[in-house]
């Protein structure tokens, strides 16, 4: 899988850039205690910047929309985007809002915590998605977040629906979603207490080393709610495919953790979006998307920061091979 065949058709990522602040220490604070820092980086960030720059980074044809601010931080993540082959010229600069920034609290372990204030991010509007129909058009996959307001997500899904495009929805930071956005979503991705969350009071979501038939049942309480490829992320146990378009044999695949000595897990849930979108582009389906997406996504985590951190195709080849 070289770099040129996985570019592809072309991903639209429409959202957030974000200035991530970032404190390392040896463990997160309790609430009302202070503890002492090792370290102190501004990176660049934002959860659909990051998810472009993990997909550019791994031989993906990406598009960003979105909005910064006119200062030095929004000149910091259009240089970061697009020194990872991104194609920037539908991110809007700002006017009267700064660029949108993350406060993070890293740990010794890795583990984080993240506080984020939107800046530029909330003028993103219906009408940048309109802007930006000429690279919606052609789009293979369209990806979203919701670190943006939900009328520009629902807009963008829109667009890359009637386009014909793949709809990749990470349902990140959680919220409830209309109707109307989950039938114009073709794959889901979230996290098992995003899962819990989106199916509602009283659904249970198995834990790690759960059995296939109780995946079952979680799949077909998606595929209830009109959603029928959902990507379950578990962490440090790997992910779970439920696909109700798949053989009967295959509806639920469980995808392995890959290994790793995580130093810093920032943004690998977007090395995992942005991966998963590049391998839908090329054609791949939803669980060789994931094995895929796996392996990016560990490897993230072995280095500080997030898009510089992000693996290139033939680093996640590599592992590939000798797994």
Not at 12 to 25: E, R
Not at 94 to 109: E, F, H, L, N
Request: hydrophobic share 50%; net charge negative.
């Amino acid at each position: 899988m070289s770099g040129a065949a996985a570019a592809g058709g072309r991903i639209v990522v429409v959202g957030s850039l974000n200035a991530d602040l970032t404190i390392y220490c040896e463990r997160l604070p309790q609430p009302g205690e202070t503890v002492h820092g090792n370290g102190f980086a501004v990176n660049p960030g934002g959860k659909s910047a990051n998810q472009a720059v993990a997909a550019g980074r791994l031989g993906g044809h990406v598009s960003l929309v979105g909005a910064v601010g006119d200062d030095p931080n929004g000149h910091m993540l259009l240089a970061s985007v697009a020194g990872a082959g991104v194609d920037v010229g539908r991110v809007r600069t700002s006017t009267s809002q700064p660029t949108g920034v993350a406060v993070i609290a890293v740990d010794a372990g890795g583990e984080n915590n993240i506080i984020i204030s939107a800046g530029a991010n909330g003028t993103l509007s219906p009408a940048d998605v309109a802007e930006a129909a000429d690279v919606l058009d052609g789009a293979a996959v369209v990806t979203l977040c919701l670190e943006v307001a939900m009328p520009t997500v629902l807009a963008a899904a829109k667009a890359g629906h009637d386009a014909g495009a793949k709809v990749l929805l990470n349902l990140s930071p959680y919220a409830h979603i209309p109707s109307e956005l989950a039938g114009l979503t073709d794959v889901l991705l979230v996290n098992a207490h995003e899962a819990a969350l989106f199916l509602g009071p009283g659904a249970s979501v198995p834990g790690a080393g759960a059995h296939a038939a109780q995946w079952d049942a979680v799949r077909e309480r998606f595929a209830e709610r009109g959603i029928r490829q959902v990507l379950v992320t578990l962490g440090a146990h790997g992910s779970v495919v439920l696909d109700s378009d798949a053989p009967a044999n295959r509806t639920v695949v469980f995808v392995e953790p890959t290994s790793v000595s995580a130093v810093d897990t920032t943004g690998a849930g977007d090395a995992f979006t942005g991966a998963v979108a590049v391998r839908l582009a090329a054609g791949d389906g939803l669980a060789d998307a994931a094995a895929f997406a796996s392996v990016a996504a560990a490897l993230a985590t072995t280095r500080k920061g997030t898009q510089a951190a992000y693996p290139e195709a033939a680093d996640v080849e590599r592992r590939l091979r000798a797994s």
